[in-house]
């Protein structure tokens, strides 16, 4: 049987759309700004600022960046904790890490980071140790990336459907994890950059499903968002060049 291809994969999803969505990932077409209040500036899609705003957040809450490199994200939430409570930034590459702790320090003053930590650990098993601690907790999943793999050659011939089924079982882990880690009544936003509804709305009900009276959705919006049946998308082709960017925001019951 002959392999589908990454056209047909997501033709599948988004029919006579997907052309139009195509060519926006294709495009060098970005908006691009930098989070307010740093001491030098971290250029970011516009719609990932935004996202990282709708986890609530209240001074001296416990937060928890679970899979934060670059870093973009968690230089919002430090912006927004001014130095009260704690975030710890976990990303498993040592690599990707040291960026992450560069780009802090240069953006973001001593004061607001001084209760901030960056970690390691594998966040799919985070919850096996440290289990209702945190008053919320920012999941920015691993994901097809598929803005990125259209623009490299190298990673569009390498792609096959058998990646995004082995990230979406990451997924999944990494939400169950991040759920356990969780305090009750503490807020978790999932997000990822992709637009493959398998690793973004049906993770959502997939949780919501294994785990009935656990969670519940808290309704979000972003700009340009368009509503899913768990969460919003924000894709390119409707933007203005913004995203893509999902994201579900759960309650712990």
């Known amino acids: 049987m002959a392999k589908i291809s990454f056209d047909e994969f997501y033709r599948e999803q988004y029919g006579e ?35 990282a705003f709708l986890l609530p957040l209240s001074e001296g809450d416990i937060v928890l960046d679970m899979c934060a490199a670059p870093g973009g994200k968690t230089i919002v939430l430090l912006t927004r904790l001014k130095g009260s409570g704690k975030l710890v930034s976990n990303d498993r590459s040592a690599d ?9 320090e240069t953006t973001v003053c001593d004061e607001w980071r001084k209760n901030s930590i960056i970690t390691g650990h594998d966040s799919s098993k985070w919850g096996l140790y440290e289990k ?31 990646r995004p089924k082995r990230l979406q079982a990451l997924q999944y882990s990494m939400l169950a994890s991040a759920m356990l880690a969780l305090k009750e009544g503490g807020y978790l936003l999932y997000s990822t950059c992709s637009i493959n509804k ?29 509503k899913r049946e768990h969460g919003v998308i924000v894709l390119p082709d409707r933007s203005g060049g913004r995203g893509p960017m999902y994201a579900a925001l759960l309650k712990k019951i």
Not at 22 to 43: G, H, M, R, V
Not at 203 to 211: D, L, P, S
């Open 17 to 51: 759309r997907w052309e139009e969505l195509k060519a926006a990932l294709l495009s060098d077409i970005e908006d691009k700004t930098s989070p307010d209040n740093l001491e030098s500036p971290y250029f970011m899609d516009r719609t990932s600022i935004e996202t």
């Open 132 to 162: 209702d601690i945190y008053d919320a907790i920012l999941l920015d999943a691993p994901c097809s990336s598929e803005r990125h793999v259209i623009q490299s050659k190298e990673h569009f011939a390498a792609w096959s459907p058998s």
């Open 198 to 226: 398998g690793e973004d709305e049906d993770i959502i009900a997939r949780f919501m499903k294994k785990h009935p009276g656990e969670a519940e959705e808290i309704q979000i919006q972003l700009e340009n968002g368009e």
């Open 96 to 104: 990707r890490r040291e960026r992450m702790r560069r780009a802090i």
